[in-house]
């Protein structure tokens, strides 16, 4: 069996809430998936900023 990696994980996750925070936060189709686009790039970036300043960190 084999394991998503963690960058896979974080999109699959952010995939699944921006759909709900879409759907249940949001009256008309479109805005609803323009909020949920706007969560998954805001759920990414912010998963990839964080990784590079524990990089930084670390180093």
């Not at 706007?38 to 300043?53: K, N, Q």
Request: charged share 10%; aromatic share 18%.
């Amino acid at each position: 069996m084999s394991h998503p990696s963690h960058f896979a994980a974080v999109v699959l996750f952010a995939l699944f809430a921006s759909t709900v925070f879409g759907i249940t936060q949001r009256e008309t189709p479109q805005r609803m998936f323009r909020f949920g686009a706007y969560c998954f790039a805001l759920f990414v970036g912010s998963a990839v900023v964080l990784s590079w300043v524990m990089y930084l960190i670390a180093r």
